[in-house]
């Protein structure tokens, strides 16, 4: 085993045209045992061109983010680009990169196999968010879109999304056959690369400007108190530049960025792991919002392609309550709406987000579907809609901070997240009321709807034959009740069918095939279940609705649904035997 791990990566070595990570590899073969090396990891298969490409740990070997991946993946990606899309040549490829390690140098890479196959690349002059990048191949009309980023994973890992004509993130068979085009991609060293200035150009700074006018014309609501001070940070990611601007072209006059922060920094110094979600991420943002009566505070990750959102509350230890991604996608879903009037267009999300949106678009007459969990089966089913009866996309959230607003960027968008919670904000400061307060009112009009979710990690091939065997399980034998509460129906997202359980009644779905089982339970509950696509855990997601009486202070139903998501996820737990 040893010598054939040896053989592999002296022969990966030879290939590889990058001296750093030729380097690294010879001094891992240098040591006397293999087996206490990360070599076995690194070469235990390569990395998987899917979702939207590609994210991994940087270093060498196929199993690693680095440069000969990256030609490799490129050459696929141009011969797939000219084998489908008959002008992609004259359209082109739009290259983005944000502050990442290597992000500039593999985007510069990317344009020179591009280049080769006389493709011709539109690459960011500077480093630049996600939403641009997304934006500017619609906006160009380009033939495919790279981003070299790994949005909010720790400092240690890089990407490459890709994006097709649409503007949207990839899906199948389009993930495939880039994928058959890799495997037949030469290797990497024989890759051929061309510097040509003719065929590779920067991004005019109109496409900027045209971004930002479209995130001005996206605005939900005029005037109301613009001048309240707010806290923003990009967690040392690329958001400022933009969400400054688009800030102040809105009218917000009183916006500090967290200095520590503001600059594109990819080993990101003053957070551990540079998501806004996970604990301490937000320490100084806080601190900053506490000297300076910060009113709203927002954040968007290192692509500036999520947004986290924290509002003064005195009862918190640091004076802010950060709300979860499904209270900020109810709350800019349900402006959404109302700005629209109710019955035009439509709002989606992903099936493991709050089904909340759903209860308000149903009340309101607007058109509502949940997707499979990733933004681009959200962007993709939206052009879907827009091309089959002239649905016009209003919103679209999924519960890990991913927002957008409107048609103007077929991707998750922090930018223009920001502005519209910003102007939410103002709104309700002109009418004298909070954004707890106004979500507090939601709730009593539909229902408080609480969400939480329950993960199970298992190790080595055993631990993945454990999640399967709990899937399988739960799909041969589905629940009639879990903690006391009856199951209504199973939606079986791998066949394709809803069951109704009283009566047996099935029904087809419209979702993608998928390994995601749904419970739909009495009382407008419900959990869903599905494997990790990315690691070795299954994911259990619950939802509780509990309605509110009339003048029912809001600890007490708050309470009650807390009790009725414990008794779920006890039940459920112990029915899935991980509990």
């Not at 002059?125 to 500017?136: N, Q, Y």
């Not at 613009?226 to 967690?235: G, H, K, S």
């Not at 997240?417 to 009112?441: C, I, N, Y």
């Not at 109704?500 to 029904?507: F, K, P, V, Y």
Request: charged residues 25%.
């Amino acid at each position: 085993m040893t010598a054939d791990l040896r053989s592999r990566v002296e022969a990966w070595i030879a290939a590889d045209p990058d001296p750093t990570t030729q380097e690294e590899l010879r001094l891992l073969l240098r040591e006397e045992d293999l087996a206490k090396t990360d070599l076995g990891d690194r070469f235990a298969g390569s990395l998987e061109f899917g979702t939207a490409g590609l994210r991994g740990v940087l270093g060498g070997g196929p199993n690693r983010m680095n440069l000969a991946v990256v030609l490799r993946t490129t050459d696929g990606l141009a011969r797939a680009l000219l084998a489908e899309v008959p002008d992609a040549k004259q359209r082109g490829v739009v290259v983005g990169y944000d502050g990442r390690r290597l992000s500039r140098e593999l985007a510069a890479a990317t344009a020179e196999v591009l280049a080769a196959h006389g493709i011709r690349a539109v690459v960011f002059r500077e480093v630049g968010p996600t939403p641009l990048a997304a934006f500017a191949v619609s906006h160009l009309g380009a033939a495919a879109g790279v981003m070299v980023t790994a949005s909010h994973n720790p400092p240690e890992y890089n990407g490459y999304k890709v994006y097709w004509g649409n503007g949207a993130q990839i899906i199948p068979p389009v993930d495939s056959l880039i994928a058959r085009a890799i495997d037949e991609a030469p290797r990497a060293r024989d890759v051929q690369r061309h510097k040509d200035d003719a065929l590779t150009t920067f991004l005019d700074p109109s496409v900027e400007r045209a971004y930002l006018d479209g995130v001005r014309a996206l605005s939900l609501s005029k005037g109301g108190d613009r001048a309240f001070p707010i806290v923003y940070t990009p967690l040392h990611g690329v958001g400022a530049k933009l969400a400054e601007k688009a800030l102040a072209e809105a009218g917000f006059t009183h916006v500090t960025s967290v200095a520590e922060q503001r600059e594109p920094d990819g080993a990101f110094p003053t957070v551990r792991f540079p998501n806004p979600e996970e604990a301490g991420a937000m320490d100084l943002s806080f601190a900053l919002a506490r000297k300076l009566s910060a009113q709203l505070v927002l954040a968007n990750d290192p692509d500036a392609d999520r947004l986290a959102v924290a509002v003064p509350d005195p009862t918190s230890a640091t004076g802010y309550l950060q709300l979860t991604g499904n209270q900020v996608g109810v709350l800019l879903g349900h402006e959404a709406i109302e700005v629209a009037g109710g019955g035009k267009g439509a709002v989606l999300a992903s099936c493991v987000s709050s089904p909340m949106l759903g209860a308000i678009a149903k009340a309101r007459g607007v058109h509502y579907e949940e997707t499979l969990t990733g933004f681009k089966w959200i962007a993709n089913r939206a052009l879907e809609l827009l091309a089959k009866d002239g649905t016009h996309f209003l919103f679209g959230y999924e519960e890990a901070l991913g927002y957008t607003m409107g048609e103007l960027v077929r991707d998750k968008d922090g930018i223009s997240a920001v502005v519209a919670f910003a102007e939410l904000t103002a709104r309700l400061r002109a009418e004298g009321k909070t954004v707890l307060g106004h979500l507090e009112s939601i709730y009593r009009k539909y229902g408080l709807f609480v969400s939480g979710q329950v993960n199970v990690t298992r190790k080595g091939q055993e631990g993945a034959k454990e999640l399967l065997d709990i899937m399988n399980r739960l799909r041969s034998a589905p629940p009639a009740e879990v903690g006391g509460v009856a199951v209504t129906a199973v939606v079986d997202v791998e066949a394709g069918t809803r069951r109704e359980t009283a009566t047996g009644a099935t029904s087809a779905l419209t979702l993608p095939k998928s390994n995601v089982l749904i419970f739909e339970l009495a009382g407008n509950h419900r959990i869903i279940a599905r494997p990790s696509g990315t690691e070795p855990k299954a994911k259990f997601y619950f939802d509780v609705c509990e309605p509110l009486g009339e003048g029912e202070p809001m600890p007490t139903a708050q309470q009650r649904a807390d009790e009725t998501m414990k008794r779920l996820q006890k039940a459920f737990t112990a029915i899935a035997g991980t509990g």
